[in-house]
């Protein structure tokens, strides 16, 4: 904000207001976007990561709680826990639309960048990897590593930030217009005016002579401030506020920010409602929400800790890696005894119902067998028919 104007004071108010809306811009588009992929991001990492192997005492396929489960699930490395681990992965890969985790001494690290091999028939090769820790520290690995030491996420295909930079390109430019006309329209501007001879400029307090830029300043200290202020002018002085025309509200910057974030949701497919918070009791959207904005990344980062944590043989007879979906929407316990009963009753075990809900399993053997009510007749007994008469 300036006192006086001048050419060269024009100049300043007006650069001040395109970089004021450039950086607008920019806050209003990342913003958005980093909403967006933190909603994704938080669902994904907050949910339980299952291993499944096959028991060797009775052949059968069982959840398990091993070395690759505690990796996955508590402790991914040395100096993180694994919630912030894999969100801060699943940011990358939704942001940057790639994602490298890099196993090392049976560790996993997330790669800041790296380079890789341009192989297209044969394994790739990751060199010149770089990690980094919260502090800012900095690691280069002294090695290369083959395709099956990392897991990479991949979204280049989707084009999502390629359409969004194309659609912000000129929406971006009408929203810094809007900001910039806020800005000036808002703002206010005083002119200073000389109405005699200059003479010597005098504090007001001690009598000594300060500079005409020190008297300036003196005065917009006291426009300018929150509180209560007294203005003491010179005789020689008067100030006139200048009329730049009618204040405008942000209705119309608004509007332009509300279209952008209804596009960036679309993009990512977030329903409108679980995007701006305001879900109501019996909008359905958190299932929308979950079905086609979080599960097909879910699958993309399942495929990739199959293919890469278990082997073509030990998944060919019917082991696997799983995220659990049943954790990813808070349940109230009491809510859902109703169709926990009704799972029961169809078959389900009381530790598999406790899996489902967030319980610790028991350990107990009844809690692993299986019912069924007799209101459930076999399907073959009904095609023989009732009793004769």
Known sequence: MKLFKNKKDDLIDYIDSLLFAKSEQLKIKQHAIQHAVDLIAKTISK???KIYRRDKSDRKI???KNQEYYLLNIRPNDNEEATSFFYNVIQKYLLEEDALIVNFNNKLYLADNYNSTESILFPKKYYN????????NTLIFDKEFDVEDVIRLNLKCSHIKE???DYYCELGKMIGVACSRYKI???FKFRLKHLGNQ???KDFKTGKEITYEEYKEKITKGLFSEDDAVILLSENFDLEKINLGNETSTVEWEKLEKKWSDKVAMSFNIPLDIFYGNKTDKSTSTSDFLTFGVIPHLQVFEDSL???LISKEEYLRGEFIKVNRFNMLHKDILEAAAPMDKLFSNGFSRNEINDMVGLPKTDEKWAEEHHITKNYENANLTTEGGDEE
């Open 185 to 187: 329209t808002n703002s």
């Open 306 to 308: 199959n293919s890469k």
């Open 199 to 201: 003479l010597p400029l």
């Open 47 to 49: 949910s339980e990561i």
């Open 163 to 165: 359409t969004l930079d």
């Open 62 to 64: 069982k959840s398990v």
């Open 129 to 136: 990897v770089r990690v980094s820790d919260y502090d800012g």
